[in-house]
């Protein structure tokens, strides 16, 4: 059974820089891909960036595109969120998800293993 662990939220000023980690147990991650969501108050959970089973393939929304940068290490089992220039409205509890097909989706039906999220706070 996959289980995955976000990792490395805080608070940041904006501006500011965090990397998040998503941390794969129980299963090899490579044979996942990986998309990373976030939820912010009030709002729906969206679907920001997507990363393919061999990190191949990256995909970014146009909110996030050029700021973050998404990647993974198969060999440590965990895939990473970078995120740069961050805006208050980048605060939000984000979340990783897997599911085991090589094409990238942010439809959260079709994912079956999620974190339980860590929380990002952009404030000055």
């Known amino acids: 059974q996959l289980q995955l662990v976000e990792s490395g939220g805080g608070l940041v000023q904006p501006g500011g820089s965090l990397r998040l980690s998503c941390a794969a147990s129980?299963?090899?991650?490579?044979?996942?891909?990986i998309v990373w969501f976030r939820q912010a108050p009030g709002k729906e959970r969206e679907g920001i960036s997507c990363?393919?089973?061999?990190?191949?393939?990256?995909h970014y929304v146009e909110s996030v595109k050029g700021r973050f940068t998404i990647s993974r290490d198969n060999a440590k089992n965990t895939v990473y969120l970078q995120m740069d220039s961050l805006k208050p409205d980048d605060t939000a509890v984000y979340y990783c998800?897997?599911?085991?097909?090589?094409?990238?989706?942010?439809?959260?039906?079709?994912?079956?293993?999620w974190g339980q999220g860590t929380q990002v706070t952009v404030s000055s």
């Open positions: 990363i393919s089973r061999s990190g191949a393939y990256t």
């Open positions: 129980g299963v090899a991650l490579d044979s996942y891909n």
């Open positions: 998800a897997a599911r085991p097909t090589s094409s990238c989706s942010y439809d959260q039906s079709r994912y079956y293993y």
